[in-house]
């Protein structure tokens, strides 16, 4: 029974070691994971965002010259009706005497001057100045919508991944705190490990000497006989080292602050950007706020209100009969909406014809010299296919709030996962079918894309919202909810229309069941670096990619 007790008393020791250096490297993983995730963000969305801020900067300059014109030909036409000025009166009687020196005079100033005429050339060569500027202001406002857009998107995937960070680095430091308190009850600390006051010790100590004294008798396997020099050895020190235990401790949370997003569309910081424009820009589209409260930056200004329309220019077909007293009303600009480009067949604004003058850059993607592209780079090329195919398959809805959102590692575990598409998990978590829903990984615009996780890669990818792998989550294959590399994207779910009223049974369709409720909730910078270290204690750590 003696011998058998020192085995298991190893064993033990060994696996609570174990434990602890598994636990230590765990959190050292979640910091690791969240530092390539802030890459990975980095790499993509803010670089992307960082072409749409320049390439929205730069039209917004070309625009300058446009509404300079626009003012400068209406101000010509102004000018030029509120001088008008009748050279006679009309005569209190109309006697031939007094009518045949007034219509003289009428018909010099009028019909010799060719004023109509006049009012005419400068109404035309006006209106076009106008409706140039308008429909180039058109295409200009999609370049900033698009960045809005693409600054939710990042903010969106930026408070995302710090939030998962701290959930995650909270869990595995308590994990491992847990597990090194219970631990020291057996183990001790280290001072009662060099005092050799430990159970463990204690209980290493009493065993090797029952072991040594029982040896007294039985080295011979004769309980009738003693051997004297067991008994010398008996008296020396136990070694009790081999009951030492490591506490690796924990690794210092690594930073991840949301501070380049807190001044995002909503928030009078983003619109102070705007402020250093030459131009006018148009209302803008507010982030979802998904956080209650919103992020650091301040209440989102109220909206411009949209100015009155002008009644429609009529071309005059005879002499006028009355006379513009002030600047004629600008017409308005109208909300931009999807897509950037400009259809097929669409006539040109300019009053040139289908050129623009020579050196002055193109408003549209594809037509005219010197056309305004997106910041070379693999993060925006990439997006441009994605825009492509979003074209294919839809147009992206802005404003269309989403019912609800899930991450990808809420999913099954990986071994065992069923596969699934992401419209599929929508209508589990949030009812109805999954044609009734279209998922995006912006909570901002509808994409029709999933983030996934694949099966023998790290690496985060993306899908349509209607790709589902086939059977079960195996190599080489993408699902959207599955916990596997720990992947803590979000996909969102849109209702077609609106949601149900009564909760949907899901007896009759298979589903993935929901994460345990350790979701990671959304935090602000400082709660992000507020998971605390064991006894207050961590220890810095460098990370390599």
Not at 109 to 137: G, M, P, W
Request: hydrophobic share 30%; proline share 10%; glycine share 6%.
């Amino acid at each position: 029974m003696v011998k058998a007790m020192l085995p298991e008393l190893v064993a033990v020791h060994d696996a609570a070691q174990v434990e602890l250096n598994s636990l230590s490297k765990a959190v050292s993983s979640s910091n690791r994971n969240a530092l390539q995730a802030q890459q990975n963000v980095k790499s993509a969305v803010e670089v992307q965002v960082t072409g749409a801020r320049s390439n929205h900067t730069s039209c917004r300059v070309s625009e300058t010259p446009l509404n300079a014109s626009k003012i400068e030909h209406w101000t010509k036409l102004n000018d030029f009706v509120t001088k008008i000025a009748l050279p006679a009166t009309l005569p209190t009687e109309r006697t031939p005497e007094m009518m045949g020196p007034y219509l003289d005079a009428m018909d010099a100033y009028f019909c010799k001057d060719q004023k109509y005429s006049t009012f005419v050339n400068l109404s035309n060569i006006s209106t076009i100045a106008t409706n140039t500027y308008h429909e180039h202001r058109k295409i200009r406002n999609t370049y900033q919508t698009r960045y809005e857009a693409d600054f939710c998107e990042w903010r969106t995937k930026l408070t995302d991944t710090c939030a998962a960070f701290s959930a995650t680095y909270a869990n595995a430091v308590k994990a491992y705190g847990d597990i090194e308190a219970a631990t020291k009850v057996l183990a001790g600390t280290p001072v009662e490990q060099q005092q050799g006051t430990s159970k463990w010790k204690t209980e290493y100590y009493g065993i090797k000497k029952i072991t040594c004294y029982v040896g007294v008798w039985m080295s011979d396997n004769n309980a009738n006989t003693v051997n004297n020099t067991k008994l010398q050895e008996c008296k020396d020190n136990v070694d009790t080292s081999p009951m030492n235990i490591t506490y690796p401790g924990v690794a210092c949370p690594i930073k991840c602050s949301t501070t380049p997003v807190e001044k995002h569309p909503g928030t009078q910081g983003f619109v102070a950007e705007y402020a250093k424009l030459t131009q006018k820009v148009d209302a803008v589209m507010p982030c979802l706020e998904e956080i209650p409260g919103g992020l650091p930056g301040g209440a989102a200004p109220a909206p411009r209100p949209a100015p009155t329309p002008p009644p429609p220019t009529v071309m005059p077909t005879g002499m006028p009969t009355g006379m513009p007293t002030g600047m004629p009303t600008v017409m308005p600009t109208k909300l931009p909406t999807f897509p950037t480009d400009l259809p097929p067949g669409f006539p040109s604004p300019s009053p040139f014809g289908g050129e623009l003058p020579p050196g002055f850059p193109s408003p549209s993607p594809f037509g005219g010299a010197g056309p305004l592209t997106f910041l070379s780079s693999a993060g925006n090329e990439q997006r441009e296919e994605e825009d492509e195919e979003d074209e294919e398959s839809g147009t992206e809805t802005l404003g269309w709030a989403p019912v609800g959102s899930f991450r990808v590692a809420d999913g099954p575990k990986w071994h065992a996962a069923p596969c699934h598409s992401c419209l599929e998990v929508c209508a589990t978590l949030f009812g109805g079918a999954s044609a009734d829903y279209w998922g995006s990984t912006s909570g901002a615009i509808i994409n029709h894309k999933c983030n996934a996780d694949t099966h023998g890669d790290s690496k985060p990818t993306t899908k349509a919202d209607t790709h589902k792998c086939e059977g079960q989550y195996s190599t080489g294959e993408a699902d959207p909810y599955v916990k596997d590399h720990g992947n803590m994207f979000k996909n969102y779910c849109y209702m077609k229309t609106a949601p149900p009223t009564i909760a949907p049974t899901h007896a009759a369709t298979p589903a993935p069941t929901p994460a345990p409720a350790q979701a990671a909730k959304p935090v602000t910078p400082q709660e992000a670096q507020a998971a605390p270290p064991v006894n207050g204690k961590c220890f810095e750590e460098k990370y390599f990619f």
